[in-house]
């Protein structure tokens, strides 16, 4: 620890902190007590207009969330659906990364390359570009498979399915990238050694590799796992606002329906918590793994 | 790297030549069709090529109202969350890797458990906030939570760079009768800069790609809106104009790709620096 910037130094450190703890502070913690605050009242239209006061209704909003099915409904296809983004994203980019290893400069940079002008599309624009690419009149998709005006949209499944390519398409870059990194710092003698010794391809990643990208792979996780279970934009373009009678809402789409097309703000908050909670959970999963893992914070 | 055999180096290589085809095609897609006149988007054959390159579509996008004042207010945006939030990340990350101090370690889990809220959960009390705070309608509601969403993460990731300067350095050049704040901005500003830029590649992104708040807190005042609301305009109930949907979307991909290829190596070793600390 640097003796020199300590010495004298006890207000300077909380100085250099004060501009991005005033922001997190106004913009990030303010709003998660209001949150937190107008999921127990009484908002809707009436309340935001000023026509009648706020009542204080406890958990009423919460009963009236969880007795409605379609709340566990969502939450559940939430979960799937995150989860199965995660698997795909994460084996994806782990293959992908080694695959790099393996091949010369040419096809490393082409695929490189394409990597990353997939992760730089924004969000709503490759929604769009897959779209019309699954599109049942005009997408080259159904033409190549000979599936006439098959509609993907349509079916809840098939629906999910593609939100789901667009999301493994614009989120593997990032693991490829950071797992890629995490390889390129392996000493290759280490790599050698096992080989020599007649390790298998296999047996050298699980047992070699892999224990040492175990840190990596902490990271890319929990943030694959943060990033897909609050998926918004690709759902709300892709699905329209969340499919045919709701069929692919997830719970950020949900709450946004619920407060912004409703004025049932007390709900849609509501729907907040519970999503903040549920991260939280994960949050502090990934902060014993690192502990465990003996990262000195 | 351990030697792979001919045949199965040339069959990976063939693959990630094959992947890499199958990745950027979307992008090749987009670009194709908006390049494309109105007949050939319509007609029943879907050619990966086209007969009479047009610029029709990028003209109806252009030709909507204030389509460029919406781009300059997603630049605008966008260049002020990323420079702001460089900034107080930077002496934020500078605070909790070089000083000892009480609260360090709570700060560096709350920087942490920050990074997990979902925005778009905040939506909500953000309204009422930016409502009361007579910012609703005005790109400051945009650039406002933005800046707080992005600093969580580059304060965790600027902390790897940080710590990577030796200490050593910092105490000749207090030897040497450098002040703090030299040190800070001429010394260690410097090396800690591509991993100013591995963060700002995050927040670039995350700021150009906003939509929700976008939709959400400009409401009323158009001249305002940001480039996502302008594609929207070519989504139509009866039938959507393809074409002027792939001309938006490749002017709003385009910039994004640009900053995207100039940083890239810096972006990958960022990621490999942030990753390894």
Redesign the interface.
Known sequence: ??????RG??W???L??A??LV??G???V???Y??GL?SFLEYTQAQ?SGGEPTTFKGLDNYATLFGDPQFWQVLLATVLFAAACVVATLSLGCA?AV??????AV??L?????????????????S???V??F?PD???VN??LGLGDHSWTYGRYSAFALVLLEVV?CSFPFVM??V???I??IP?EV??A??LDGASQWR?WRSVMAPMLR??LV?VTIQSV?WD??I??QI??MTNGGGIAGQNLVL?VY??QK??ASSQ?SL??A???V??LI??A??LV??RLLRRQGEE? | ????RRP??LA??A???L???A??F??Y??VL?AFKPAGE??S???R?WTLAPSLDSFRRVFEQQEFGRYFLNSLLVATSVVLASA???F??A???T????KL??T???MF???????????????F??MRDLGQLNTLGSLI??H???S??FA?WMLRGFVKAVP?AL??A??IDGAS?SR?LWQILFPLVFPGLVATSVFSF?ST??D??FAK?FIISDTSQSTL?MA?LVFFKPEEND?GG??AA??V??VP??V???LV?RR???G??GA??D
């Open positions: 620890m640097s003796t020199a910037l300590r130094s006890g300077t450190p909380w250099y902190l501009p991005a922001v997190l106004g913009l990030l303010y709003p998660v209001q949150l107008i935001v992908l695959l790099l290893t393996r091949v010369r096809p490393r082409a695929l490189m390359m394409a990597a990353l002008g997939a992760w730089a599309t924004p969000a709503i624009t490759g769009t570009v897959w019309f690419l599109d005009f997408g080259p033409k190549v398409w990238v950071t890629y990194a995490g390129r710092a290759g790599l050698e096992a080989s050298i840190p990596i990271v943060i279970f609050k918004f934009t709300y373009v950020n709450a946004y407060a912004f703000y849609g908050s729907i907040g918590v999503m903040l991260l939280l994960v949050t990934y902060l914070l | 790297m351990s030697p792979v199965w180096r990976a290589e693959s990630a030549l992947i890499a085809a990745v950027a979307p992008l897609w987009m069709s988007i319509q029943t054959e879907a990966p900034l107080i990340a002496l934020a500078t605070a909790v070089r000083f000892r101090f360090r370690t700060l560096l889990i942490l458990v920050a990074q997990m809220v979902p925005i778009e959960a905040l939506t909500i009390p953000l009422f906030l406002l939570p800046i707080a969403f600093l969580p304060v200490e910092e105490e050049a207090y703090r040190f992104i150009w790609n939509f929700l959400s996502p594609l393809w949907i792939m979307s490749t709003m991909t994004v790709l900053f995207f290829v890239q972006l990958v070793s990621l490999g990753v390894k």
